[in-house]
């Protein structure tokens, strides 16, 4: 039985436990579950490197770019999954490192040629049924996203402190927002690490860190997002081609519109009439009034038209089936050859 070795250097065998409540939040561990079934279907023995050792693996699968890359004569046994920007994994795209694996399977379609680069989604496990009760939404607009920063030129997580400024300052009822670490803001947490500044940190954090807002962090973001009739939807960063997470689709699932800035190209891939484009609005005034005042049939037809989408073939490359075949067909079809 040949042996598959998906690596990873954060994580062990605890990836395909969909029962880890702190991993597995909103399902984000189902499309490696189905990977190793789809693997095992074959015949091959897929586990992690704790389990087995990428020196003695048949193949070996990158969960992102590694510390420790391949050798050279390991190149035909090497894959690459790649699912981090450039903001967080500058490493993962490297082009020179790249030339150390056999394939590589991203969400980037500016990479895709079907030769060296696959297409593979952010996948999902897509849902029988859509919440679209109207008499659910108590609130007008949440945001769920954990506090980060970056330097980065494409970054929106700025945009996202911008929007949660915006409302608090002029519609705080009409919002609430959730995720971690917004407790302490990332300057502050930098000056309390690094200049080991405490008390300088907790002045600033006083004045600049408190959002009153904040409804704090949160176990699944489906019990919030379906009590809510918008969600304030940025990905980490803008107009990168094909870059499109789970959080429009979090969005989609509990029936909540989303407000979506991100992938430049994300009409490609999703019907633009599910979504509000942020681009759209020039401030966050028309922004407002065109989301609070909006005619209940029309927002209706937002939700009827996620739901068709959901049930459409267009969503088939954002499934977890879609996702395990693709990367489990490519493997084998070089196996057989070799």
Not at 193 to 209: C, P, Q, R, T, V
Not at 296 to 305: D, Q, R, V
Request: proline share 4%; glycine share 4%.
């Amino acid at each position: 039985m040949k042996k598959i070795c998906f690596y990873s250097d954060i994580i062990g065998r605890e990836i395909f436990n969909l029962n880890n409540p702190l991993l597995n939040r909103d399902n984000c561990l189902y499309c490696f579950f189905l990977l190793r079934k789809e693997f095992e279907k074959y015949g091959y023995y897929f586990s992690t490197q704790d389990d087995i050792p990428k020196e003695s693996a048949d193949i070996v699968l990158y969960l992102e770019m590694p510390n420790d890359l391949p050798r050279e004569s390991d190149l035909h046994k090497s894959y690459l999954l790649l699912f981090e920007t450039e903001l967080i994994r500058p490493d993962n795209w490297n082009l020179l490192n790249h030339k150390k694996f056999n394939k590589i399977f991203t969400w980037r379609d500016d990479f895709v040629d079907n030769k060296r680069y696959f297409k593979t989604n952010f996948s999902q496990l897509i849902p029988d049924h859509i919440q679209t009760n109207l008499e659910n939404k108590l609130k007008l607009c949440t945001l769920i996203a954990g506090n980060k920063s970056s330097s980065h030129s494409l970054e929106l997580y700025s945009k996202r402190r911008e929007a949660i400024r915006w409302f608090e300052s002029n519609h705080s009822g009409d919002f609430d927002f959730y995720g971690m670490n917004w407790n302490k803001n990332v300057l502050t947490k930098n000056i309390s690490l690094h200049y080991g500044m405490k008390y300088l940190a907790n002045i600033i954090d006083s004045i600049f860190g408190y959002y009153p807002s904040y409804c704090g962090n949160i176990v699944t973001k489906n019990e919030i997002l379906k009590t809510y009739k918008f969600c304030i939807c940025y990905e980490n960063a803008r107009d990168i081609p094909g870059y499109i997470t789970e959080k429009i689709f979090d969005c989609f699932f509990a029936g909540c519109v989303p407000i979506y800035w991100g992938a430049n190209n994300i009409g490609d891939h999703i019907p633009t009439n599910t979504f509000i484009d942020k681009t759209r609005f020039s401030s966050y005034d028309k922004l407002y009034h065109y989301i609070k005042y909006m005619p209940a049939e029309e927002y209706s037809n937002y939700l009827e038209n996620a739901v068709n989408f959901l049930k459409s073939d267009k969503i088939i490359p954002f499934s977890a089936e879609y996702f395990a075949k693709t990367v489990t067909n490519q493997i084998i079809l070089d196996l057989k050859q070799t």
